[in-house]
């Protein structure tokens, strides 16, 4: 999947944050690198620094010392090519704005026409099986459909690289299985590079070609786990696979502190 | 629908009507000068306002209302703007402004007498100076309580200052906005009708003043009650326009 060049590089990273009590050290040393096509997760204990780790990676915060690059350039705020997914969708669609509004909004900067607006608007929510849904507002449509627009508006932007924070912890299994194969889908389709938080295990094994774990406070990583179930990957199939079920009993027990 | 609109109507509808009617029955026999019956204070009503003053009146009163307004909602407007982008900048005027505000409205119209004259700018001038702070104050702090979530996402997709100011900021504020810009409204109309009380002649405030101080004891009653029922036109037309304005707001509250 991957060609091997370098998309996204932590290097050395350090994040501590200024509290009224003192200063708190979450993110002790963490470097890792993601390669062109690579889909990573991000996962660990809750309260580890994932999110801070997500944030330094989208440039919206700087660390501490150390350096993230994308595309060999270090980040100092939200690079063009970048697209993010968050876990509240109900935050970060605008509910004043229709569907289409709400992906045509970060096109106006690229140059489009109208058409190739529209036609980007058709193709993304065919994309992500919303066709038809351009003049809803968000809040007429539900979780699992909202959370669709914001994959469609975020590939909308043909971005390089795909960053999301527990996209899917806010709708309920089954959707969640739908939206897991979507973002696989998505990422076949528009060759996107991805790094993804997650708490589920299960769906960083199933989605991911590499597991960065991270333990301790301050955070280290862990370990990155490399997983090689093949393509195309199915929610049966994979799942039932024997290399899944020791890949997430190894994780599981690193996130928990027992390995 | 029609069930749900007539229910709406009794609703609301009751009380003013049953005030309406205690009042007509108890004043049907008053002698007493200054309460002369309901019937024949909307006797002169009808005589007076339909539609025979009205363009001495009524339309002054509601163009120094509109200019005034409009001209301090939009400073207000612009100044809240502004200092709701810039942290720095409320550190240091917002207790400047908290202070202006809390002088109460009328009691600034001789300040501006003493600048103007006793003049139409003087009265817009006082009505502006009135309706600015509402509105601005509302935009302050509807800028400040903008979602970190949707600032973080206007970010990230590399929207211009300006896009995030006009499309993800000013409307994620509406609801707050819109309140102050209804106060505002409401102060102008108050200072509206106290800034005709001094050395005008036209205008309901100044008729009506007129003719309490001429013992036209009916003409002063009709006169409140174009007042009543000009506030409430006004504050009527306000929630349509806020109504299509804030749509999704409203919609979206309904469904969740
Ligand atoms: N702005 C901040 N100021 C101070 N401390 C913060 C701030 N943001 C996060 N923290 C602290 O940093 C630590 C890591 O937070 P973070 O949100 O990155 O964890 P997380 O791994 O995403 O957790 P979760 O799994 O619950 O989402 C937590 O202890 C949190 O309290
Ligand atoms: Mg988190």
Do not use: C
């Amino acid at each position: 999947m991957s060609t091997g060049k370098v998309i996204v590089s932590a290097e050395s990273v350090v994040m501590d944050y200024q509290t009224p009590t003192g200063i708190k050290h979450v993110l002790n040393d963490i470097s890792f690198s993601l390669l062109e096509g690579e889909f990573a997760s991000i996962v660990g204990p809750s309260g580890v620094g994932k999110t801070t780790l997500l944030r330094l990676l989208t440039g919206l915060m700087q660390p501490t010392s150390g350096t993230i690059r994308i595309n060999g350039e270090v980040v100092t705020s939200p690079p063009p090519g970048l697209a993010v997914v968050l876990q509240d969708y109900t935050r970060s669609l605008m509910p004043w704005l229709t569907v289409e509004k709400n992906i045509s909004l970060p096109l106006k900067r690229l140059g489009l026409s109208k058409t190739e607006i529209a036609e980007t608007i058709e193709l993304v929510l065919t994309e992500v099986g919303l066709r038809g849904n351009q003049k809803n507002y968000p809040w007429q449509l539900s979780g699992g459909m909202q959370q669709r627009v914001a994959i469609a508006r975020a590939i909308a932007v043909r971005p390089q690289l795909l960053i999301m924070d527990e996209p899917f912890a806010s709708v309920d299994a089954q959707t969640r299985f739908d939206l897991e194969d979507l973002v696989l889908k998505v990422r076949d389709d528009f060759k996107i590079t991805t790094a993804m938080v997650t708490h589920d295990i299960d769906e960083a094994v199933y989605l991911s070609d590499k597991v960065v774990v991270l333990y301790g406070s301050p955070a280290d990583v862990k370990e990155i786990v490399k997983v090689d179930l093949p393509y195309p990957r199915n929610q049966v199939a994979s799942r039932g696979r024997e290399e899944f079920a020791e890949l997430r009993t190894k994780i599981y027990a690193q996130v928990r502190g027992l390995q | 629908m029609i069930k749900k609109v007539s229910i709406n109507a009794i609703q609301s509808l009751w009380l003013p009507i049953s005030l309406v009617a205690a009042w007509w029955l108890f004043s049907t026999n008053s002698e007493d000068p200054f309460f002369p019956p309901l019937s024949v204070i909307w006797d002169q009503f009808v005589l007076l306002w339909v539609f025979d003053n009205v363009p001495i009146h009524v339309v002054p009163s509601l163009i120094n209302l509109f200019s005034g307004f409009s001209i301090g909602v939009l400073i207000g407007l612009v100044g809240g703007v502004i200092i709701g982008t810039n942290q720095g900048l409320a550190r240091y005027i917002e207790p400047s402004v908290d202070f202006i505000r809390s002088i109460p409205p009328v009691a600034t119209v001789p300040i501006f007498i003493m600048i103007f004259g006793l003049n139409y700018e003087m009265r817009v001038a006082a009505i502006a100076f009135s309706a600015i702070f509402p509105t601005m104050l509302a935009v302050i702090q509807g800028m400040h309580s903008n979602n970190p979530t949707l600032l973080d996402t206007a970010k990230v997709f590399r929207l211009t200052p300006f896009q995030t100011l006009v499309r993800v900021r000013i409307p994620a504020a509406g609801p707050i906005i819109f309140s102050g810009i209804q106060v505002s409204l409401q102060v102008a109309f108050v200072v509206t009708i106290a800034s005709e009380l001094l050395g005008s002649g036209f205008g309901i405030g100044a008729f009506t003043l007129i003719a309490t101080d001429t013992f036209m004891i009916t003409d002063a009653w009709t006169g409140v009650i174009l007042m009543g029922i000009l506030g409430y036109l006004v504050n009527l037309v306000f929630n349509l326009v806020e109504r299509r304005a804030l749509r999704w707001y409203l919609a979206s509250k309904k469904l969740s």
